[in-house]
């Protein structure tokens, strides 16, 4: 299992975008103390699209890099789960937000190479708990980088982490996945390891959010087993529950018309759920996707 802070280096910078550049940083700033306890977090899923020499035009990565990083940075979000990103286009945005910190690993290899579904996260906010985080395989080899065994194609994972707000000094867990696109089964099977994953945390106590794309409708047999097992709320279902226009993958037509919401964030009981939406106006697409959001408070 290996965590990668992102770093970018002359000989990956494999396009000429602005964005792949060093950073120079200095130490997170000092953050006010919160007596009431509360933790509130803006937190926001992104398929971003994977780099490729098909996407020509506004939908090439380096025209919509600098939309995803306007979007972001209008959003603020605490916490965001990506997937779909490629090295290069993770380092993109990191360079380019220098308020977060990046941690994920590619799925082929589990070092840079293919896919990450990676977590970016405010570094003056947070602190990482490295000794419980990582990144496993949507596998029977859950430990194996590359592993597939449940019909699935291609690999599939899961990256967690758990954050400790400054502020609170209470710790809370992320995990943010990418489902298979077209196997059943092996969505089923990742539900069912992702909910022993979560009820098998180090700190049973503390809250949870599950951020993804899981390539499965609001009423698919796995998005109900995280459900059921991990007990866990969808956000936006639980604001917006006849709202008929929830499309959140829409192929690049643009709208959110109709049922296609396969883009999720996932709270664990006990949260106050302030708002959920999906953002659906940004012009130029940022992706084929779009970004979902959600606030919410844990007492």
């Known amino acids: 299992m290996i965590m990668i802070r992102i770093i970018l280096i002359a000989i990956l910078a494999l396009s000429a975008t602005a964005c792949r550049k060093e950073r120079v940083l200095g130490p997170p700033k000092a953050v006010a103390v919160a007596t009431d306890g509360r933790l509130e977090l803006k937190l926001m899923t992104f398929n971003i699209r994977y780099e490729n020499a098909e996407d020509a035009g506004a939908r090439a990565w380096h025209q919509r890099v600098l939309g995803a990083v306007r979007m972001i940075r209008e959003e603020a979000p605490d916490v965001i789960g990506v997937q779909e990103a490629m090295h290069g286009q993770a380092a993109d945005l990191w360079a380019s937000l220098p308020g977060y910190e990046f941690f994920g690993s590619g799925r082929d290899d589990g070092r840079r190479s293919g896919e990450y579904a990676g977590i970016f996260f405010s570094r003056d906010r947070f602190e990482a708990d490295e000794s419980d985080s990582g990144t496993f395989w949507l596998s029977d080899n859950p430990e194996n980088p590359g592993s597939k065994t449940w019909g699935n194609g291609i690999p599939r994972t899961a990256t967690w982490m758990r954050l400790v707000d400054r502020a609170t000094q209470r710790g809370f867990y992320v995990f943010n996945t990418h489902w298979d696109h077209k196997h059943q089964g092996s969505r089923e099977r990742s539900a069912v390891l992702l909910a022993e994953r979560i009820n098998g945390r180090k700190f049973p106590d503390q809250p949870v959010v599950l951020l993804g794309d899981l390539n499965a409708r609001e009423k698919n047999p796995g998005v109900a087993v995280l459900a059921r ?34 883009d999720y964030i996932m709270v664990s009981e006990g949260a106050e759920i302030l708002a959920a939406e999906i953002r659906d106006h940004d012009k130029p697409m940022v992706s084929d996707h779009f970004p979902v959001t959600a606030r919410v408070v844990f007492p």
Not at 235 to 248: D, G, I, L, V
């Open 229 to 262: 097992d991990a007990r866990l709320t969808d956000t936006f279902q639980a604001r917006h529950p006849k709202e008929p226009a929830r499309t959140t993958l829409h192929f690049w037509r643009g709208t959110r018309a109709g049922p296609l919401k396969v």
